[in-house]
């Protein structure tokens, strides 16, 4: 448009073809872009998951080790002749029987060459008899006895005593079909069976050596780091709490969702003492497995008392549900008021310490294997627990609350029994209210000092936060100029300061169970000549 004739303006408007390719284009670059991002964010998990443990990493290169050295024999013509095809149940075996211990793998393999010494010795014995009655009774009585043997091998590994050899029956159930079945086609079950039983040595023998060779991995050891760590988890969840529940004034409550979740971000200790908690079955199965190896490591002599390390595992997870329990007092609704907790903290800040350095001492004597005397420790901790038992004792006034009638309206009343005193100001404007009230002529004064008291327990109300949880203004009179709230809320502070009690009984209880703790380790240092 610039003024001369004939002049235009030519305005270029893209296909709808154009533009699909173009939306396509976008689309797949986004689709790129979040398949990248999700690709790195799982390499990012998996070596965090192989950071975490490095045990992992070396026992995934183990069996690629063992199942490359059994295939050897299949991709070599010299060994492939000597044992031909059923040399594949050597592959099968050390897939099978590799386990991430070396007792683990001597267990399993226990179970394995028991169980298909045995499967073959009966199916040698049902072929034998299978031929010898000729071609027609011969297919039923191999059905008949495939059944037979499914049946038994199946009720039997249900039984409680047989529980641990479960992996046995299963291993005669499969060898015995695959055995004589087999052995029927091929008409010749003795040296099928003779075969098969060759290459199932052959796969367990290198699967024990590659496991106790190449960067063994104990189930004894890490039993014994896994009940250290136990400890120490107690012991820092212990502190956690005790520490979060002195200093927290009820102004920062988490909500309710987030505990039933049991999601504390700010708790780290709180996670590891769940776990110890969570923790039996893993004991368990490590001393089971650390039962089937040799003298290792600072493990050097026969028949480790393992199981008493399952026992100390025991009693150290009924100390950790005292402190669970700890951790839903600190948690719970019911607060007990912010001034009344710092009142007992002293006594409580060093039953605490204590306590912690007890555990934390039994840990690192079952790390160090030594033995040492916990008399004087101990001794302190009972005696910090008694100073604290004498002080709930002589301050128990301080939860309960006692009141009575307030004054009537003409003037009769004499005297007023308060609420307790939560903090030195309140204590100080008590005082000065009783004194007065000892006066006739002293009403309005005791109205006035009323009104302060009111006005300090909205505030005090309000830091409970989550008990009761309607405001002190919902609490209106129930009769106009009639009864005031005083008595309510004299019932509700007291419910509130019982959570504190409940608190340090729950300490307190900590504390007896320590002995029973350190009884069990002493038996566990002297069984094991700590």
Not at 70 to 78: G, P
Request: hydrophobic fraction near 40%; glycine fraction near 6%.
């Amino acid at each position: 448009m610039n003024g001369k004739k004939g002049s235009c303006v030519e305005i270029n408007i893209p296909s709808p073809a154009t533009t699909k390719s173009t939306k396509q284009q976008l689309e797949s670059g986004k689709k790129k872009s979040a398949g990248n991002s999700s690709c790195k964010a799982w390499i990012e998990k998996v070596w965090e998951f192989a950071k975490e443990d490095s045990n992992r990493v070396i026992f995934s290169f183990k069996v690629g080790l063992a199942v490359l050295l059994v295939s050897l024999l299949i991709l070599f013509r010299a060994p492939y002749e000597v044992f031909g095809t059923n040399i594949i149940w050597s592959i099968l075996t050390v897939a099978i029987m590799f386990e991430y211990t070396v007792g683990a793998t001597f267990n399993r393999g226990f179970n394995r060459a028991l169980g298909s010494l045995l499967a073959g010795i009966l199916a040698i014995g049902v072929a034998q008899m299978a031929l010898s009655s000729g071609h027609v009774a011969e297919p039923f009585i191999i059905g008949t006895s495939i059944f037979f043997i499914g049946a038994v091998t199946s009720f039997m590994k249900l039984w409680p005593s047989l529980v641990p050899y479960e992996y046995g029956f299963r291993v005669i159930l499969f060898t015995y079909c695959l055995i004589i079945v087999s052995g029927y086609r091929m008409g010749n079950p003795l040296r099928t069976a003779m075969d098969r039983l060759y290459s199932i040595a052959i796969g367990g023998f290198v699967a024990v050596l590659v496991n106790v060779l190449v960067f063994p991995i104990w189930a004894g050891e890490l039993l014994h780091k896994e009940l250290v760590k136990n400890f120490n988890s107690v012991a820092d969840s212990l502190e956690e709490c005790v520490k979060k529940y002195l200093e927290d004034d009820g102004l920062d409550h988490p909500e309710f969702s987030n505990t039933v979740m049991d999601e504390f971000p700010d708790e780290p200790a709180y996670k590891k003492c769940k776990a110890t908690l969570n923790s039996s079955a893993k004991l368990e199965s490590l001393a089971i497995s650390a039962k089937w190896e040799p003298p290792h490591g600072r493990f050097r002599h026969f028949f480790y008392p393992w199981s008493e390390y399952v026992k100390v595992g025991v009693i150290l997870r009924y100390c950790a549900y005292e402190v669970m329990a700890l951790h839903g007092v600190l948690h719970s609704e019911i607060q007990a008021p912010y001034n009344l907790r710092i009142t007992f903290q002293s006594e409580i800040r060093d039953v605490t310490s204590q306590a912690a350095e007890l555990v934390r001492c039994l840990g690192k004597d079952i790390s160090s294997m030594k033995r040492s005397l916990k008399t004087c420790l101990l001794k302190r901790v009972h005696s910090s627990t008694e100073r604290l038992q004498r002080t709930i004792d002589m301050h128990s006034y301080l939860l309960t609350t006692k009141y009575c009638d307030p004054p009537d309206n003409n003037n009769s009343s004499k005297s007023v029994v308060l609420l307790p005193k939560l903090s030195s100001d309140l204590s100080n404007q008590l005082a000065e209210l009783e004194s007065k009230s000892l006066d006739k002529d002293s009403t309005p004064a005791v109205v006035v000092q009323g009104e302060s008291y009111h006005e300090m327990m909205r505030k005090q109300s309000r830091r409970l936060h989550s008990w009761p949880s309607r405001e002190v203004d919902a609490f209106a009179f129930e009769e106009e100029g009639g009864v005031d709230i005083l008595p309510r809320m004299s019932a509700l502070e007291s419910t509130a300061a019982l959570s504190l009690a409940t608190f340090t009984s729950l300490l307190i209880e900590f504390v007896v169970r320590l002995d029973h703790l350190v009884e069990a380790v002493g038996e566990l240092s002297k069984m094991a000549k700590f």
